[in-house]
């Protein structure tokens, strides 16, 4: 339960530390910044034995979540009024999608490539922020 009090905690965080310094910067500027971090995290989770720090690393990872609401709110500013509601709704149906199959298949890499597993990860991060 540790780890998902970490996560918990880091989320709650996270929210709030993204209001407020988004009123200062740019919106993908945050989003960068993040994944950036969430790249950074998932490299250096391997290096690390201690369990807490392992724990706090592996976590870093949600911050990518974190930040869904700030990339909705760049979406839906592309499109007009009459259908923002259906493309913010087809955009969320496909991002989870999407973290339900990259969950499930991370899962599985997990119990055979667990270190090759994070550097993919932090490839595919990598490759997202530019």
Do not use: W
């Amino acid at each position: 339960f540790f780890v998902n009090i970490v996560i918990g905690i880091l989320l709650f965080v996270s929210f709030g530390l993204i209001s407020k310094i988004t009123d200062l910067t740019g919106r993908k500027l945050i989003i960068v910044l993040f994944i950036m971090l969430a790249t950074a995290s998932s490299v250096i989770v391997n290096f690390v034995s201690i369990i807490y720090t392992s724990a706090f690393l592996g976590s870093i990872v949600v911050f990518v979540g974190a930040v869904l609401p700030i990339a909705i709110s760049i979406i839906v500013d592309f499109f007009p009024t009459h259908v923002r509601t259906m493309a913010t709704c087809i955009c969320m149906i496909f991002g989870r999608v999407g973290t339900s199959a990259g969950t499930q298949l991370f899962g599985l890499l997990q119990t055979s490539y667990c270190e090759t597993s994070y550097y993919g990860l932090a490839a595919f991060l990598l490759e997202l922020e530019y």
